[in-house]
C-alpha cells in the first residue's frame, strides 16, 4: 500500500506538470487545455478505448488509470494543492481532477459523510471568490454535487455570506453568486435556493458598489433564469426601488419612494439595474399601459434620468431614453393602440407619434455642448409641441388630469422634463435661453405644474435674473413676460388664486440669498394680478410668519439700501392685499397677536418707516383684523402692559421667546426690560402707522389720546418709586422719547418731564460710579436710554443737567485702572455729555466740553477678557435686543431717533464711546462762531499754540477711527481742524506750508482710501451718511484753497484723490454722486468769489469738471430699472458741501434733478451740466466765463483725440463711426452734449474756437445721435455767428462733393435751418437786406439739389425752395446777383431751378411731408439745458407704489438709458418722411394726399410706453440707421428708383420638385446650366442646403438629394433661404437607385465627373468640363463609395497647399461648380 501511495502521489505530480507543458503547446488557452485534461481522464477511465488521438498512450503514460483505486486520497491532495491558492493550468489541472475524483467518490456505497466534504466546503468560498471563471465554475459544479439536499445548500449559502468581513464584502458576494448559480442548476427543487438568494440579492443591492456589480452581473440572470418571470420582475423592481430610499432606511414596501430626493449616484444605480432588466419591468411597471395604471416610481425613475444636465450624466439620459423609447414604441405598435388612445386623449396615433418625435428633436439639441443649436430649433419645435399639448388640453374628453396621463402620450409632464434639462445644462447660454424663453410659454397649453414652476423654476429665476435682460429694455418687455407668466400660474392654479399666490410668496422669501429683482417682479404680479376668492389667501398668522421671514436679517436688510423701500413698501401692500378677508383671531389670542404685529413693525428699517407708514398701518390693520381705529387702541393696551408696573402677561413672553433667537428664549414668566423696550418702538410704531391710515385729525391726535394715557401712569410719581419694575420704566420712558422722534411738535407735561429727568439723574449717577461698582454694571445697558431723556426733555442751565455734567467730567478726567466697571463709567460719561452737549449754551461751556472730550480715550477691554464679543456680566435678568449688523450700516440718523447703541458686549463699548463722543464734538462745532470763541478760550489760558495742535490732535486720531464715528469726525475736522491748521483766506496759522502740503497729502489718501476700502462687488459697506461727509471732508472749500495755494500749476493731492473716486464710482454705488455735490459746490462757490488771474484754479476745477462731464456712476441693476440714494440724503450736516444747501446752491433746480435722475447713471453729469449752465446764465450778457471756456478746451482736445484714435485704426475698410454704444460712442455722446449745452453760451471768442473744431469733426460720419447734437449746435452757432461761420468754413465744406451722404446731409441741415431764417426775414414786413454770405450759400446748395441719395436730395431742395420762394415773392432776387459777370446767368440758373421744384407735382409731394419736420425743428429749444431735463423723459420710470410721477404730454426726447441718446433727431425723421413718399412714388396706387407721418407714428408709440398704454403705431417702428462711410443713405428706400424691377419669378406650387406643375417647371428650367449635382451621399442637412442655395445662385439644371423630405425641414431652410422653391429638386437614394440615375445621365450624354482624391484624379485647373456634366459628391469623411468609381469618367481634386488635405463638401462642392461657370462663361464669350 505503500508503493501504491507513493506511485499514487508521483502520478498526480505528473499530471500537474503535464497540464502545465500541455498549456505552454496551446498557446496559453486555458479553454484548450480544460478540453485536453477531460479527454485524457475519460481514457484513463475506459478500459478499451480506441481512438486515433495520443489521448491513450499518455494516459497510460501518466498512469492515470491509479487515481481509481482510492478517490478520496485523490480528493485529499487535489484540495491541498486546492488551498495553496495555485493559479493557472495547475489549478486547472486541480479542479478538473477534483470534479472527476468527486463524482467517482460519490459514486462508491456511502459510509457516511466523507472527511473531505468539510474541507471543501470550507475552502470553495475563497476559490470561488479568486479563482478565474473557468475554475470557479467547476468548483461550483464539485460543491453542488456535494451539497445533495436544499438545507444543506442554504445553510452552506448563509455561511459563505456570514464569513465574509466588510472589507471584503465583494468578494462573499461573488462567491455566494457562483455558489447559488451552480445550485440551482444542479438541483431539481430550487425554490428554497432562489428564495434564499433572492433575499442577498435585495440586500446587497442595498450596499456598496462592489456587492451591487457582482450580484447583478453573476447572480441576479441566473435567479431571473430560474424563476417565474412575474416573480423576477417584482423582485427587481422592489431592488430598484430600495436604491432610490435615502441610506439607512429599510425597503418596507408601505413607504413612498420619493424619487426626486434621490442623489444622482441612486438615480445611476437604478437605471443600470432597470436598463439590464428592461424587458421584465418594463412589461410589468406596466409603462405601455394606457389605462393609467402604470408605476409612478418608474415614471419617475425614468423622468429624473432624462432631467441630468450635466455632461458626465449623459449616460443616465441615454438609459433613461432607452427604456422610454422601449415604452413607446411597444405602445404605438399595439393593435389597440390608436382605439385607445383615441378613447383616453382624443387624439389620433400620428399626432402622438409627430410629438414624440418632435419632443426627440428637441432633446437632441441639448446634447451639444454649443447653445446655437437648441437657438436655431427652439421656435419651429416648441411651436408644434405646444400645439400638441394645447390640442391634448382641448380634446381631453376622459376627464383624466393631464398630469395622469399615461406615459406613452407626451404630457406637460415630459416638456417639464425637457425643460429642467435644459436649465441644468452644462452651457450658462443654454441655461439663460431656456429660462428666458420659458416665460413666454403660453401656460393654458403648457400645464406647468406648482412643483415644477415653485421649485425648478423660481430658483434658477431668482439667480439668474441680470443676465435675462437686454440692455435697453426700455419698455419692460421682459418684465412683462414674467409678469404674464406668474400671473397666469396664479389664475389657472387649480386650487384657486389665493392659494397660488399664497404658496408664490412663501416659497419666494424661502429661497435663499434671494435677488432683489426677481423678489420685485413678483411682489408687482402678485400686487397687479387679479385674486377674487371669498377665503384670504394670507390667514394673519402666515402674514405675521412671511412679514418676520421678510424684514429679518436674510432678506430685506441683505438688498442694496436703495431698493429696500420699494421692496418693502411692495411687500407689506402685497400681505394686505392677500389678507384682506382675513377673520379675526380669538380674544384669548389678541394679546399674543398684537405682540407679534409690533414685533414685526420693530424689525421695519428706520430709514425707510417715514415712506412706508401707510402701507404698515395696511399691513397691521390686516393682521389685527380691525379698522384702524380699533387696532390703534390694541397697540395702546399692548404699549400699556408693557409700562403698567405688574409683572406682564407671559403671553408677551412666550411671544418672545418663540420669535427671537439669543438669549430671550429661555425667558417664558415675564417680559425681560430690553425686551419691553423693543415692543415698546414696534407699538409706538404701530398706533403712528394705524393712525396714517385712519382719515381726519391732526397727526399729533393720537399722542394725546392713545399713547399719552397708556404711559402716564407710569410717569406719575416715577422718580420717588424705587420699586418699579425696570421693564415698566423703560417703556415709559423710551416711549415718551421715540414718540417725540416721531412727532418733534408732540407736548408732554412739564410735571412727566420732570418726574422722567429726576428719575434718569439718579440712574446716571448710578451708571458714573456714584454708588456700588456692581450697580455701574447694571445700569450700562440702559445709559443710551437715559441719554435720550436728557436729550429731549433736558434744559439747559437747569440744577438736572448741572449735576449731570459734572459729574460725567469727573468721571472723563480721572485715571482708569482697566476693571469693567471703569471702562463701563467711561462709557456712560461719553453717551451723557453727548446728550448734554446740544444744550450747552455759554461758548466757554461749550470750549471746556470740546476740549475735554477730544482728550478722551476709547476704552478698551477689562482686565481678563480675551475676547471683545463676551457678554458684560450683568447680574440682573434684562433680556437681550441685538441691534443687526447689516442695519447699522443703513443710516446714521438713526441714532437721533431711537439713540446709541446698546452696550451688551465688550466689543459695544468702545463703539458707543467713540460714536457719543464724536457726536457731540461734532455738535458743538457746528455751533455759530464756535472756532472763534474756541481760539478766544485757548488765548486765555495761555496756550497760544493751543488751537494749531488742537488741529494736530484731531488729524492724529484719524487712523484709529472707523465708519460710523469717523462720519462726525469729518464734521469736527471741516468746522476745527482744517481752519486752524490750513488757515482761511492766507491767514497766518502758525503751520509751514511743507508742514500743510504732507498733511493735505495725507489727509488726502486716507480719505480717498477709506471710501475705497467701503466699495466692494458694486454695493457700499459704509452708511450713506458716513460716505458724503468723508467726500465733504475732502471736497472742502479750505482743501480746496489750500491745494492752489500749496500746489501750483500741478495737479494736486486732492484733484487726484476726486479722480481715483470717480473711476471708483463706476464700479461701485453711490461713490460718485457722493463726491459730485460737494465738488461741485465748491467749485461754483470758487467761481463766485474767484482769485484775480488764478489760472491754476480754472485749469485743475475744468479737469475735474470734465471728468464729471463723460462720467457714468454705477447703479444698482434692478432688471429694467435701476436704484441709487439721493446725493444729500443722510448727510449729518445740513449746511455743510455734502448737505441740501449745497445741492441747492450748485443749481436752483438740483432738487428737481436728482428726483427725475436719481435712478440713473448719469446724475452726477447733469448736476454737472445744470451747475455749469448755471453760471453762464448769471454771467455778465457777452461774457463768457473763464471756467467754461477752460472745460469746453478739454472737451473739444478730448472728442478730437478719440475721433483721431478711430480714424487711424489699423485696417482700411473699417468705419470710421464706433460701434453702438461701445465706449467710444458713449463718450463722443456725453462729450458733444456738454458743448452743445456750454456752447449755447459762446460768445465771440468762444465761437472762434468751437466752430473751427465742430465743422472739423462734421467732415467725418457720426452715429446719428452724435451727429444730431453736432447739427444743432452748427445751425446754432452760424446763425448767431454767421460772419464767423458761413463763409470761412460752410461754404468750403459744401464745396467738397466727394464725402459720405452723411457729411452732405449735416451740412445741408444747417443750411436749411438757415434758409429757413432767412426766409422769415425776408417775408417780414420790415424786411432787412439779405446778408452778402446768401448768394454764395444758395450757389453752394444748388448742386445738392441732383444728389444720387434722395434724402439728401430732399433735404436741399426744401431749404433752396423755401428761400427762393420768399426771395422772390419780397422781389429781392435782385440781391443775390453775384458782383462778377455771371451775375445775371447765376440768377436765371437758379430762378429757374425754383420754377422746376414749384411746378413738379412729385417735388411738392415731397415738401409738403417735408414740411412738418423742418418746421418743427426748433434749434433754441433743443440747444439749452431743459432740453434735455425739463422737456424730455426718462424711461423706465421707477415709481413707488402710490406715488403719481407726471408724465409729459409731448416729450422733446424720451430717454432709453443713462447716456441720454436722443430718441429722436432731425435726419432720422427726415429720412424715414423721405423714404415713406419714395415707397408711395413707387407704388403709385395711393393718393398724394393722403399718407401718415412716420414721426407722428413714432411719438404716439413711444408715449404709450411711457404712459403703460398698449397703443401700437400703424406704421412699422423705425428702422435703425447704418451709418458707412460712403453710398447711400437708408438703403433701397434711400436711393433713387431710376427703372421699374421686372415682375418677380412665378412661385413654385410646392416646395419639392414632384409636387410642381408642368408649366412651373418648364419655366424654372429655362435657360439654366446643364450641370447636375448629386449630393446622394452627403448626409449632413446643412451642407446639403449650402448647395442648394449655390446651385440655385449659378443655376444650376438640378440638385439631388438623398430624400426630398430634408427639403421641408427647419434646418434645411434656415440656410437655404428659400432656394429649394427655385431649384429642381431630385430624390435620388443611395446604393441601386443612384447607380440607376448615373447610368441614365450618361445615356443622356452628360459627363459623369467625381470630385474626389484618387490615383487618377485631375487638378481642377487642369480640367476642362463638357456643356452637360454630372458632378457626383462624396460623402462627408469616406467619401465617394469604391463601387461607384468605375461608373466615372474622371474624377477631379482640389490643389491644395495646407496642412489639411480636405475640404468640407459644401465647400467643395461650390469650388467646382465655379470653375464649371466660369469655363461657360468663358465659352459663351469666346463664341460671341
Same mark, same amino acid.
Given at each position: ?23 505552454? #503547446? ?495 417682479? #413678483? ?266 431723556? #436728557? ?11 448741572? /449735576? ?856 481642377? /485647373? ?67
Amino acid at each position: 500500500l505503500a508503493s501504491l501511495g507513493q506511485a499514487r502521489a508521483q502520478c498526480l505530480d505528473t499530471f500537474e506538470a503535464y497540464a502545465v507543458r500541455l498549456q505552454e #503547446i496551446l498557446g496559453g488557452n486555458l479553454e484548450k487545455l480544460e478540453a485536453a485534461l477531460e479527454l485524457l481522464l475519460q481514457c484513463a477511465g475506459q478500459e478499451n478505448a480506441v481512438t486515433t488521438t495520443a489521448a491513450p498512450a499518455d494516459a497510460s503514460l501518466l498512469g492515470l488509470n491509479l487515481l481509481r483505486v482510492d478517490p478520496d486520497a485523490v480528493i485529499d491532495w487535489c484540495l491541498s494543492r486546492l488551498g495553496q491558492g495555485s493559479d493557472g493550468p495547475a489549478s486547472l489541472s486541480h479542479v478538473v481532477l477534483l470534479e472527476h475524483a468527486v463524482t467517482g467518490s460519490l459514486k462508491l456505497p456511502a459510509a457516511g459523510v466523507p472527511a473531505w466534504r468539510t474541507t471543501l466546503l470550507s475552502l470553495a468560498p475563497s476559490a470561488l471568490a479568486c479563482a478565474p471563471a473557468l475554475i470557479s465554475q467547476r468548483i461550483g459544479r464539485v460543491v453542488a454535487s456535494t451539497l445533495q439536499n436544499e438545507p444543506d445548500a442554504i445553510r452552506w449559502l448563509s455561511s459563505v455570506m456570514e464569513q465574509g468581513s466588510s472589507d471584503q464584502s465583494g468578494a462573499a458576494m461573488r462567491a455566494f453568486a457562483l455558489g447559488a448559480r451552480a445550485l440551482i442548476e444542479k438541483h431539481d427543487s430550487k425554490e428554497a435556493i432562489c428564495s434564499h438568494a433572492w433575499e442577498v440579492a435585495g440586500k446587497a443591492m442595498l450596499r456598496e458598489a462592489e456587492e451591487r456589480q457582482v450580484c447583478c452581473q453573476q447572480l441576479l440572470p441566473t435567479l431571473v433564469a430560474a424563476s417565474q418571470a412575474e416573480e423576477a420582475a417584482e423582485r427587481i423592481a422592489g431592488m430598484v426601488e430600495g436604491l432610490l430610499r435615502p441610506a439607512g432606511e429599510g425597503a418596507s414596501p408601505e413607504q413612498i419612494v420619493n424619487v426626486s430626493a434621490a442623489t444622482v449616484a441612486q438615480v445611476r444605480e437604478a437605471l443600470n439595474l432597470a436598463t439590464a432588466f428592461s424587458s421584465l419591468l418594463l412589461d410589468y411597471w406596466q409603462l405601455r399601459s394606457l389605462s393609467g395604471n402604470h408605476n409612478a416610481v418608474a415614471h419617475q425613475l425614468i423622468a429624473s434620468g432624462l432631467c441630468s444636465g450635466r455632461k458626465e450624466c449623459g449616460s443616465l439620459r441615454k438609459q433613461a431614453r432607452f427604456l422610454l423609447e422601449s415604452v413607446v414604441q411597444k405602445a404605438l405598435s399595439d393593435s389597440s393602440a390608436s382605439q385607445q388612445i383615441q378613447k383616453i386623449a382624443n387624439l389620433n396615433l400620428q399626432s402622438v407619434s409627430a410629438a414624440w418625435r418632435n419632443y426627440w428633436e428637441l432633446f437632441d439639441t441639448l446634447e451639444d455642448y454649443s447653445s446655437h443649436l437648441l437657438k436655431s430649433s427652439w421656435e419651429a419645435l416648441i411651436t408644434r409641441l405646444m400645439f400638441f399639448l394645447a390640442g391634448l388640453r382641448d380634446s381631453n374628453t376622459s376627464g383624466l388630469h393631464l398630469a395622469a396621463l399615461p406615459p406613452v402620450i407626451p404630457s406637460p409632464a415630459w416638456l417639464e422634463v425637457f425643460l429642467v434639462r435644459a436649465l441644468d445644462h452644462d452651457n450658462d447660454s443654454v441655461q439663460k435661453f431656456a429660462l428666458g424663453q420659458l416665460m413666454c410659454l403660453d401656460q393654458s397649453a403648457a400645464c406647468l405644474s406648482e412643483s415644477f414652476i415653485l421649485e425648478e423654476i423660481l430658483p434658477r429665476f431668482s439667480h439668474s435674473i441680470d443676465s435675462l435682460y437686454s440692455k435697453h429694455d426700455v419698455e419692460q418687455t421682459f418684465e412683462g413676460q414674467v409678469a404674464a407668466f406668474f400671473a397666469g400660474f396664479i389664475q389657472r392654479h387649480e386650487d384657486g388664486p389665493a392659494a397660488a399666490a399664497r404658496r408664490l410668496l412663501q416659497t419666494v422669501l424661502g429661497i435663499r440669498a434671494i435677488h432683489f429683482t426677481p423678489l420685485r417682479l #413678483i411682489l408687482t404680479t402678485l400686487m397687479d394680478v387679479e385674486i377674487c376668492s371669498e377665503a384670504p389667501a394670507l390667514e394673519p398668522e402666515h402674514a405675521l410668519e412671511l412679514a418676520e421671514k421678510f424684514f429679518a436679517g436674510e432678506v430685506l436688510l441683505r438688498m442694496p439700501i436703495s431698493t429696500r423701500l420699494r421692496l418693502a413698501s411692495l411687500f407689506l401692500r402685497v400681505v394686505a392685499r392677500l389678507g384682506q378677508a382675513a377673520s379675526r383671531p380669538a380674544p384669548d389670542d389678541m394679546q399674543a397677536h398684537v405682540a407679534r404685529v409690533a414685533g414685526v413693525a420693530t424689525l421695519v428699517p428706520d430709514a425707510i418707516l417715514t415712506q412706508v407708514r401707510e402701507p404698515l398701518g395696511l399691513f397691521a390693520q390686516i393682521c389685527l383684523s380691525t379698522e384702524p381705529g380699533e387696532a390703534a387702541a390694541l397697540a395702546a393696551s399692548l404699549l400699556e402692559s408693557l409700562a403698567q408696573p405688574a409683572t406682564g402677561n407671559s403671553a408677551y413672553a412666550n411671544t418672545h421667546a418663540t420669535t427671537t433667537p439669543g438669549r430671550e428664549s429661555h425667558h417664558q414668566k415675564a417680559v425681560s426690560p430690553m425686551v419691553s423696550a423693543k415692543l415698546t418702538l414696534g407699538s409706538i410704531r404701530l398706533i403712528w402707522a394705524l393712525h396714517g391710515v385712519q382719515a381726519g385729525g391732526a397727526s399729533e391726535e393720537w399722542f394725546q389720546l392713545l399713547l399719552w394715557p397708556s404711559l402716564a401712569p407710569s410717569l406719575q410719581d416715577l422718580s420717588r418709586r424705587s420699586y418699579l419694575p425696570r421693564k415698566a420704566a423703560v417703556a415709559a420712558l423710551f416711549g415718551c422719547t421715540y414718540a417725540l422722534g416721531l412727532l418733534p411738535n408732540a407736548e408732554v407735561p412739564q410735571d412727566a418731564r420732570v418726574e422722567m429727568l429726576g428719575y434718569v439723574q439718579a440712574k446716571a449717577a448710578l451708571s458714573l460710579g456714584f454708588g456700588q461698582a456692581d450697580e455701574v454694571v447694571q445700569e450700562a445697558p440702559w445709559v443710551w436710554l437715559y441719554a435720550k431723556v #436728557i436729550e429731549k426733555f433736558g434744559e439747559s442751565g437747569s440744577p438736572f443737567m448741572k /449735576d449731570v455734567l459734572a459729574r460725567a467730567r469727573q468721571v472723563i478726567v480721572q485715571e482708569k485702572d482697566g476693571s469693567a466697571h471703569a471702562i463701563l463709567m467711561s462709557v456712560a460719561a461719553a453717551s451723557l455729555l453727548g446728550a448734554i452737549a446740544p444744550k450747552v449754551e455759554a461758548a466757554s461751556e461749550r470750549c471746556e466740553l470740546f476740549l475735554l472730550l477730544s482728550h478722551a480715550q476709547a476704552p478698551v477691554k477689562p482686565n481678563g477678557c480675551t475676547d471683545s464679543r463676551f457678554e458684560i456680566g450683568f447680574s440682573e435678568d434684562m433680556g437681550a435686543w441685538l441691534r443687526n449688523r447689516l442695519e447699522e450700516y443703513d443710516d446714521l440718523h438713526r441714532v437721533d431717533r431711537e439713540g446709541l447703541g446698546r452696550v451688551l458686549e465688550w466689543r459695544d463699548a468702545s463703539g458707543v464711546f467713540l460714536v457719543a463722543k464724536w457726536r457731540a464734538m461734532a455738535v458743538v462745532a457746528r455751533c455759530p462762531g464756535f472756532l472763534a470763541a474756541l481760539s478766544l478760550h485757548l488765548a486765555s489760558t495761555a496756550k497760544t499754540d493751543g488751537l494749531l495742535m488742537l488741529g494736530r490732535n484731531l488729524f492724529a486720531e484719524l487712523d484709529s477711527l472707523q465708519p460710523p464715528q469717523v462720519a462726525y469726525w469729518a464734521v469736527v475736522a471741516r468746522h476745527v481742524a482744517y481752519p486752524t491748521f490750513f488757515g482761511v483766506d492766507g491767514a497766518n496759522v502758525g503751520s509751514t506750508d511743507g508742514e500743510q502740503r504732507d498733511m493735505l497729502l495725507t489727509l488726502c489718501q486716507w480719505l480717498r482710501g477709506s471710501i475705497s476700502q467701503s466699495v466692494g462687488d458694486g454695493s457700499v459697506f459704509m452708511p450713506r451718511g458716513c460716505m458724503l461727509e468723508l467726500a465733504a471732508a475732502l471736497c472742502d472749500p479750505v482743501l480746496r484753497a489750500a491745494e492752489l495755494r500749496l500746489f501750483p500749476g500741478e495737479i494736486g493731492p486732492l484733484s487726484a484723490a476726486v479722480k481715483e473716486l470717480l473711476s471708483l464710482g463706476e464700479l461701485g454705488t453711490n461713490v460718485s454722486r457722493a463726491v459730485s455735490v460737494p465738488l461741485l459746490a465748491t467749485l461754483v462757490a470758487e467761481q463766485q468769489s474767484p482769485s484775480e488771474g488764478n489760472s491754476d484754479a480754472n485749469s485743475s476745477a475744468s479737469m475735474l469738471l470734465t471728468s464729471l462731464l463723460i462720467h457714468s456712476e454705477y447703479v444698482i441693476k434692478d432688471g429694467a430699472l435701476s436704484h441709487s440714494l439721493d446725493p444729500s440724503s443722510g448727510a449729518l450736516d445740513p449746511s455743510g458741501p455734502g448737505g441740501p444747501s449745497a445741492l441747492a446752491s450748485v443749481s436752483p433746480n438740483a432738487e428737481e434733478l436728482c428726483s427725475k435722475f436719481s435712478g440713473t447713471s448719469g446724475l452726477p453729469r447733469i448736476l454737472t451740466l445744470a451747475a455749469l449752465d448755471a453760471l453762464a446764465q448769471r454771467a455778465e450778457t457777452g461774457n463768457f466765463p473763464a471756467l467754461l471756456a477752460a472745460v469746453l478746451e478739454r472737451l473739444l482736445a478730448l472728442l478730437r483725440k478719440e475721433l483721431e484714435t478711430l480714424l487711424k485704426r489699423p485696417g482700411g475698410n473699417k468705419p470710421v463711426t464706433p460701434m453702438p454704444l461701445s465706449p467710444q460712442h458713449r463718450l463722443q455722446l456725453r462729450g458733444w452734449q456738454a458743448v452743445l449745452i456750454l456752447g449755447s453760451h459762446a460768445n465771440r471768442a468762444a465761437a472762434e474756437v468751437l466752430i473751427p473744431e465742430l465743422f472739423w469733426h462734421l467732415r467725418t460720419p457720426h452715429l446719428p445721435d452724435v451727429r444730431d447734437y453736432q447739427e444743432l449746435l452748427g445751425c446754432l452757432l452760424c446763425s448767431r455767428f454767421p460772419d464767423l461761420a458761413i463763409q470761412p468754413i460752410l461754404v468750403p465744406a459744401l464745396s467738397g462733393y466727394d464725402v459720405p451722404p452723411q457729411v452732405s446731409a449735416s451740412l445741408l441741415v444747417i443750411c436749411s435751418f438757415l434758409f429757413r431764417d432767412l426766409a422769415a426775414d425776408v417775408s417780414a414786413p420790415e424786411r432787412r437786406t439779405l446778408p452778402r454770405w446768401a448768394s454764395s450759400l444758395v450757389g453752394a446748395v444748388a448742386p445738392y439739389l441732383g444728389h444720387n441719395s434722395a434724402y439728401v436730395r430732399g433735404m436741399g431742395s426744401w431749404g433752396f425752395f423755401e428761400f427762393m420762394n420768399a426771395v422772390k415773392v419780397a422781389g429781392a432776387l435782385e440781391e443775390l446777383s453775384t458782383a462778377d459777370e455771371h451775375g445775371q446767368a447765376f440768377l436765371n440758373l437758379i430762378s429757374e431751378l425754383h420754377c422746376f421744384l414749384d411746378s413738379n407735382k412729385e417735388c411738392s409731394k415731397m415738401r409738403r411731408r417735408l414740411y412738418r419736420v423742418f418746421q418743427d425743428f426748433e434749434v433754441g429749444s433743443k440747444t439749452a439745458l431743459e432740453a434735455l431735463t425739463q422737456l424730455s423723459e426718462v424711461l423706465p420710470r421707477d415709481g413707488l407704489p402710490g406715488q403719481n410721477n407726471p408724465v409729459l404730454l409731448q416729450p422733446l426726447h424720451i430717454f432709453a438709458d443713462s447716456d441720454f441718446r436722443p430718441s429722436q433727431t432731425f435726419l432720422t425723421f427726415l429720412k424715414d418722411e423721405v423714404a415713406q413718399e419714395m415707397d408711395t412714388m413707387y407704388q403709385g396706387d395711393t393718393d398724394a394726399t393722403q399718407y401718415s407721418s412716420f414721426s407722428e407714428h413714432w411719438q404716439e408709440a413711444q408715449l404709450a410706453v411711457l404712459r403703460g398704454n398698449s397703443v401700437v403705431a400703424d406704421e412699422p417702428s423705425e428702422a435703425q440707421e447704418t451709418d458707412q462711410p460712403s453710398g447711400a443713405a437708408g438703403g433701397a428706400s434711400g436711393l433713387q428708383r431710376k427703372f421699374v424691377p421686372p415682375a418677380p419669378p412665378c412661385p413654385p406650387e410646392g416646395c419639392s420638385g414632384s409636387s410642381r406643375s408642368a408649366a412651373t417647371a418648364e419655366l424654372l428650367a429655362r435657360s439654366r446650366q446643364p450641370l447636375v449635382v448629386i449630393a446622394s451621399l452627403v448626409d449632413k442637412i446643412p451642407n446639403l442646403a449650402g448647395l442648394c442655395r449655390t446651385c440655385e445662385v449659378f443655376h444650376c439644371e438640378a440638385l439631388c438629394l438623398p430624400n426630398l423630405k430634408v427639403a421641408s425641414e427647419q434646418a434645411f431652410q434656415s440656410i437655404s433661404v428659400t432656394a429649394e422653391k427655385w431649384l429642381p429638386l431630385k430624390g435620388i437614394a443611395r446604393g441601386a437607385p443612384l447607380k440607376s440615375q448615373l447610368l441614365e445621365l450618361r445615356r443622356r450624354g452628360y459627363a459623369l465627373v467625381g470630385v474626389e482624391q484618387t490615383h487618377t484624379s485631375v487638378p481642377l /485647373d487642369k480640367w476642362t468640363f463638357g456643356e452637360r456634366t454630372a458632378i457626383l459628391l462624396g460623402a462627408e469623411k469616406e467619401g465617394i463609395d469604391a463601387e461607384l468609381l468605375p461608373l466615372l469618367d474622371a474624377c477631379v481634386e482640389i490643389p491644395q497647399q495646407g496642412q489639411l488635405r480636405s475640404l468640407n463638401v459644401h465647400v467643395s462642392g461650390s469650388v467646382v461648380i465655379w470653375e464649371y461657370v466660369r469655363q461657360a462663361r468663358s465659352r459663351a464669350a469666346g463664341s460671341s
